[in-house]
């Protein structure tokens, strides 16, 4: 088995306010972390029906919230990676999905955020609908 559950994100800045870095860390966190930590353990695992990938995104990657575009962004990179990967290994006994939690204020939240606790609220308010 194995759980693709390292994750990040930073900021809530618009596009128009945006840090190269802080997008760069979400993509290459939430994407290419998927992608490449999936590529190393396939091996292992076509040989092995009855094993299962798991991906842990978000609703992010579902529904889109003010200040969240790259973060959203990212995550619907690794849902579009999830349904893409169970096509791929179809026949193969692997199986393939995805764990998508809503928005929870955690001290998680708050140190990615930057943000106040009113701004918080609002974005976990607009995720969760």
Known sequence: MLINNAGGAKGLETVAEGKDEDWEFMMQTNVLGVLRVTRACLPLMTGNPGSSIINVGSIAG????????????????????????????????VRVCTVDP????????????????????????????
């Open 62 to 93: 579902r529904v889109a919230y003010e200040g969240g575009s790259a973060y959203c962004a990212a995550k619907a990179g690794e849902l579009q990676i999830t349904k893409a990967l169970r096509l791929e290994l179809s026949g193969t006994g």
């Open 102 to 129: 809503g928005m929870a204020e955690t001290e998680f939240s708050v140190v990615r955020s930057k943000a106040t606790r009113p701004r918080r609220r609002k974005s976990m308010k607009a995720s969760n609908r």
